[in-house]
């Protein structure tokens, strides 16, 4: 099925995701629009782009009452966890199906369950892209005999720096000068101290045994080249062990390269209906 999208955020994930859609890698889909709450940021994006009808915007009023939107099919958020806390109910409250990038925002409160119950009532749908993990379908298939899921992030301090768990913390990204665990807790906790780096603490809890089971460490290694995932899960049927080692994308450190090719293959799965792996 042939779909019109829409990006929110031009950063590093957003950037990446309009140039892939916009060059054709992503068969039946088509870029129709542009947000980013900074000003000439989604201007300076379309320039690279070949489809000069792209339409940009840094009022999300204005985003949401265009005729490009009214067009839209599906809206992409590859913005933060704020922007699908402010954005997300409104965007399917008005008919369109999201894909969410930031999956750490529905960590806090009732916000997955008002989500649902609006895609329910709208008929709409809400996508969530494996991100920089692997075996998110084993998780999901053992979740109801889960015993315990640890997730092991390793990054290093560069690309943890800026998170808000350094605002107390008595130790500083810039002074670490060996590996360390600097943080042991809830995944429901991670997402809120480490919003930029452990979405996939999000998208591991969302598959298996919940925000307050699963358990995250963060390590910073500041010799790491790459960001490494490492996950363990334990109950009845056995124990799954994954590694993943990232490479960073060239232009944001905080980003693994294969979130962004994730998100890719969740549109390319969902504009393409031959594609049906793992669902």
């Known amino acids: 099925m042939f779909?019109?999208?829409?990006?929110?955020?031009?950063?590093?994930?957003g950037s990446e995701l309009a140039l892939a859609i916009d060059s054709g890698r992503v068969k039946k889909a088509a870029l129709?629009?542009?947000y980013d709450k900074v000003e000439n940021v989604a201007i300076e994006l379309k320039s690279?782009?070949?489809?000069?009808?792209?339409?940009t915007f840094s009022s999300?009023?204005?985003?949401?009452?265009?005729?490009a939107f009214a067009n839209a099919d599906i809206i992409v958020e590859a913005a933060s966890q704020e922007a699908v806390k402010k954005f997300a109910k409104t965007i399917i409250q008005r008919g369109k199906d999201l894909l969410i990038m930031s999956i750490g925002a529905l960590a806090e409160g009732d916000l997955l369950h008002e989500l649902l119950d609006i895609a329910s009532k709208k008929e709409?749908?809400?996508y969530i892209p494996s991100g920089a993990i692997a075996g998110v379908d084993a998780i999901r298939s053992v979740k109801h005999l889960l015993e315990s899921v640890t997730i092991s992030t390793t990054k290093s301090p560069k690309a943890l720096s800026g998170a808000p768990f350094f605002e107390k913390a008595r130790i500083k990204p810039e002074s670490i000068a060996k590996k360390r665990l600097i943080y042991e807790g809830t995944a429901r906790d991670a997402v809120k101290k480490?919003?930029?780096?452990?979405?996939?603490?999000?998208?591991?809890?969302?598959a298996g045994a919940g925000m307050d089971a699963t358990k995250v460490k963060i390590i910073a290694d500041p010799d790491i080249?790459?960001?490494?995932?490492e996950i363990t899960a334990k109950g009845?049927?056995?124990?799954?062990?994954?590694?993943v080692r990232n490479t960073p994308s060239p232009s944001n450190p905080k980003t693994s390269y294969l979130a962004v090719l994730s998100a890719l293959e969740c549109i390319r799965s969902i504009c393409d209906d031959n594609i049906r792996i793992g669902t």
Request: aromatic share 6%; charged share 10%; proline share 3%.
């Open 48 to 55: 690279r782009l070949e489809n000069s009808n792209t339409t």
């Open 124 to 126: 709409v749908n809400i």
């Open 60 to 67: 999300f009023s204005q985003f949401v009452s265009s005729p």
């Open 194 to 206: 480490f919003p930029a780096n452990v979405n996939v603490a999000a998208v591991l809890s969302m």
């Open 236 to 243: 009845k049927f056995g124990e799954i062990k994954i590694v």
């Open 3 to 13: 779909r019109k999208v829409g990006v929110i955020g031009c950063g590093t994930i």
């Open 225 to 229: 080249t790459v960001n490494q995932h």
């Open 32 to 34: 129709v629009l542009l």
